[in-house]
């Protein structure tokens, strides 16, 4: 096996689910679009043969409780209403708690996608 990743979906079988996206402008959610959200872990792009735009993937080894991020799409941070020069900045995906505060660190360019990592805690 050269590589292994979580997903909480099925790639190319299933879709992830939809839900509402914001950019944080001033503290406060922008417009609202929708996209298709999939939680995955480090290392889903590259096993994938998707390569990232802009950004990094996400970082196995960060530290328990540091900021939550997102790795958002091209076409869709380029959507009206979209996370437009969304690299480096913050959206909410939806209404739950955790979710309402993500960094995005990468642009992929798939279609309208956001892949937040779940929460870290401090052990």
């Not at 979580?6 to 503290?27: M, R």
């Not at 790795?71 to 913050?90: E, F, K, N, T």
Request: include cysteine; hydrophobic fraction near 40%.
């Amino acid at each position: 096996m050269a590589s292994a990743v979580l997903a909480d979906f099925v790639p190319f079988y299933t879709s992830a689910y939809q839900n509402s996206v914001a950019a944080i402008e001033n503290g406060e959610p922008g417009q609202e679009v929708q996209a298709h959200i999939g939680l995955v872990t480090d290392g889903f792009f590259s096993m994938m043969g998707i390569r990232i735009v802009e950004g990094r993937d996400f970082r196995r080894d960060e530290a328990p409780g540091s900021e939550p991020s997102a790795i958002v799409s091209q076409p869709l941070a380029d959507r009206p209403g979209g996370a437009a020069a969304a690299l480096g900045r913050h959206i909410r995906v939806g209404t739950s708690p955790e979710y309402q505060r993500l960094l995005v660190v990468a642009l992929p360019p798939t279609r309208s996608w956001i892949c937040p990592t779940r929460p870290r805690t401090a052990r």
